[in-house]
């Protein structure tokens, strides 16, 4: 018996992934048209389909994380497939039929409040997922971030919280690696520590004459993170190209 979840989502990106996830830990392949799985070796030694379900949630949740960040697209996870040993497949539906690891929005940068543009726009947008997925099983801080971008729609308390992870982890190199100006932390950090605390004048700041517009919060941050995940990739030896900011 083998078992595999449904994975849902654009096909163009699904394809993407499909060439991009091929390791025996997590594969995405198209075993019919349009219809895209995941297979994993963690799978094999499960042996109903509750646990298959959660063991996939904890995958596809890395995945979605990593994915919104790359590609901007909505990724979600659908039934769990139980195929028997003559190849009969059986649909499972949990959650309605549907999980709610699920992106809601599109994601796009923008610099300052100038047009918006997708990440990655000039490499394959799929190739980072892989990589960014398997640093999360190495990283408790990388894992944390993926998780917590997967979770739902974003809010300026989460950006705020996902810009300390980084911030935390490699300090100034934000600014020095200049994947953000000071100016933009600055005032992105004025505008969303309300949203963290509840009330203002907090540690000294205030809030800014003209607080800054939630997506392009959520662009600089997006941004910032898709940097810090590319330098550790590299750190590992990947061969992924420099993100344009």
């Not at 800014?208 to 517009?213: A, D, Q, R, T, V």
Request: aromatic share 6%; glycine share 6%; charged share 30%.
């Amino acid at each position: 018996m083998e078992w595999l979840v449904e994975v849902v989502g654009d096909d163009s990106v699904l394809r993407r992934l499909c060439e991009a996830c091929v390791s025996p830990e997590v594969t995405i392949c198209e075993v019919e048209e349009d219809c895209f799985v995941l297979k994993s070796t963690d799978f094999k030694a499960l042996e109903n389909v509750v646990t298959v379900y959660n063991k996939a949630c904890e995958i596809v949740e890395l995945i979605v994380g990593a994915t919104r960040i790359a590609t901007g697209s909505k990724i979600g996870m659908g039934h769990v497939i139980e195929v028997d040993e003559e190849g009969k497949k059986r649909r499972h539906t949990l959650c309605s039929g549907e999980s709610q690891i699920q992106i809601d929005l599109e994601m796009t940068m923008t610099i300052g409040d100038g047009p918006a543009f997708k990440i990655f726009n000039s490499i394959d947008q799929a190739a980072s997922v892989p990589v960014w997925c398997a640093m999360a099983k190495k990283n408790e801080r990388v894992e944390k971030v993926l998780r917590l971008i997967s979770e739902g729609s974003l809010d300026f308390n989460k950006l705020n919280i996902l810009f300390e992870e980084v911030q935390g982890d490699v300090g100034s190199k934000i600014t020095d690696a200049k994947w953000a100006t000071e100016t933009e932390i600055e005032h992105f950090t004025r505008t969303a520590q309300p949203y963290r605390h509840g009330k203002s004048g907090l540690g000294g700041w205030t809030p800014p004459k003209h607080p800054l517009k939630f997506e392009s919060a959520k662009s600089l941050v997006m941004r910032i993170i898709a940097n810090w995940l590319k330098s550790k990739a590299d750190e590992e030896g990947s061969t992924l190209e420099n993100i344009e900011a």
